[in-house]
């Protein structure tokens, strides 16, 4: 974009002053303002929906930023996003894995007490109650 950018100001024929007063000079400020504005609409304009939220937190800023710092902002959020995307892959598999093992645990059948999702090896009655269970055997 800066080229394009950089080419369009080229081809603008402004006329040559002569001399330099303060009106010409604050003319001239007040001109590349609205030409760097202009640049910055037209970037944030054609930016994606996924930046919808970056786009109205710029424009709220006041003054307006510059378009390399939007630029880099939008670079660093882009940065952001892509080490979240692989964060969220990874969750959503541990995710599916816990769901597998549910629905292995509720298949089974306990062959004590006959009920589902426990196994003789977690009941209580055959492998014995911890110490401080009411219904063990030893004393404290």
């Known amino acids: 974009m800066r080229g394009i950018w950089e ?3 080229a081809m603008n024929n402004l006329p040559r002053f002569t001399t330099m007063n ?3 000079t604050n003319f001239l400020h007040a001109l590349a303002k609205q030409n760097e504005e202009q640049r910055l609409f037209q970037l944030l304009n054609g930016l994606d929906e996924l930046y919808a939220t970056q786009r109205s ?3 709220l800023m006041n003054p307006l930023p510059l378009v390399e710092y939007v630029c880099s902002m939008l670079q660093r959020e882009e940065l952001q ?7 969220h ?3 959503e598999s541990s995710a599916l894995l816990s769901k597998n ?9 306990c062959s004590v007490c006959g009920n589902r999702g426990r196994s003789k090896d977690k009941f209580l009655q055959i492998i014995g109650y911890p110490s401080w269970h009411r219904r063990s055997k ?3």
Do not use: A, F, H, Y
């Not at 549910?102 to 059948?109: A, I, L, P, Q, W």
């Open 7 to 9: 080419e369009l100001s």
């Open 22 to 24: 303060e009106d010409i």
């Open 57 to 59: 937190q710029i424009l």
């Open 81 to 87: 996003r892509q080490v979240l995307e692989n964060v």
């Open 89 to 91: 892959i990874q969750m």
């Open 101 to 109: 093992t549910e629905v292995k645990n509720g298949d089974m059948k």
């Open 138 to 140: 030893k004393q404290p």
